[in-house]
């Protein structure tokens, strides 16, 4: 069994506020992922990282940021955040090495009112 | 870039057969993926083949890989009403240096008694 957290598993905040959605893996993973899943179910790669001090952006333009100075850890911020960005998030880590398997969180349901 | 296409769609009955087809690309995937989704949940990894295998078995799941056609085929023996999920097929290649997944948009599987 994987041992990826996210906290919160849901938030609802209102436009303008500051967020920080958590993850943590246990499993000493280098490289790490946030999604974002749309209603829809596609989902989109927004940040990834290959280990600490490291972070790229994805596929999908966003306005959140990360950070990696643990390697355990992988918060994502969002510094005022807007209803474009009700969405379901999800945390990923993999092994450096070639093969990718990823193992995922259990996601942060956000809701910007 | 590359792609991966699924049907959105697959309704089936409690004990009969189900096949999840995705396409894909990218003629130089190395490592094809499929991931299972319940409500509420983050993915889970269901199995994955390398691009040098043509089939693999794990219990009621069987992975077909066709390179000719780039077509990625999950079966899934005597559905169970617990196999109602979404599924997301996968690819990671050297053209992306392995450092990310490229996503289907996903199968939601329905599975009535």
């Known amino acids: 069994e994987a041992d990826i957290y996210q906290t919160p598993r849901y938030l609802v905040i209102g436009t303008g506020k500051k967020i920080t959605l958590e993850c943590s893996q246990t499993?000493?993973?280098?490289?790490m992922y946030w999604y974002q899943q749309d209603p829809g179910m596609e989902l989109h790669l927004i940040h990834y990282?290959?280990?600490?001090?490291?972070?790229e952006k994805g596929d999908l333009s966003s306005e959140s940021t990360v950070s990696r100075i643990r390697t355990e850890h992988f918060p994502l911020t969002l510094e005022s955040a807007r209803p474009s960005h009700t969405s379901q998030y999800l945390c990923?880590?993999?092994?450096?090495?070639?093969?990718?398997?990823?193992?995922f969180g259990p996601g942060t349901r956000l809701t910007v009112t | 870039g590359e792609d991966v296409e699924q049907s959105l769609f697959l309704s089936v009955r409690e004990g009969d057969s189900s096949v999840i087809n995705c396409t894909y690309t990218?003629?130089?995937?190395?490592?094809l993926y499929w991931y299972k989704q319940e409500p509420g949940a983050g993915l889970q990894l269901l199995t994955y083949i390398f691009s040098n295998m043509d089939m693999k078995q794990d219990q009621r799941l069987t992975v077909l890989l066709n390179k000719k056609d780039k077509h990625l085929s999950l079966r899934i023996a005597d559905t169970q009403t617990g196999d109602s999920a979404i599924y997301f097929c996968?690819?990671?290649?050297?053209?992306?240096?392995?450092?990310?997944?490229?996503f289907g948009k996903g199968t939601m599987l329905l599975v009535s008694p």
């Open positions: 990923a880590s993999s092994e450096l090495l070639a093969g990718n398997e990823q193992y």
């Open positions: 996968a690819e990671t290649s050297p053209n992306s240096g392995y450092s990310t997944l490229t």
């Open positions: 499993m000493g993973h280098d490289k």
């Open positions: 990218d003629s130089s995937s190395t490592y």
């Open positions: 990282s290959y280990g600490v001090n490291s972070t």
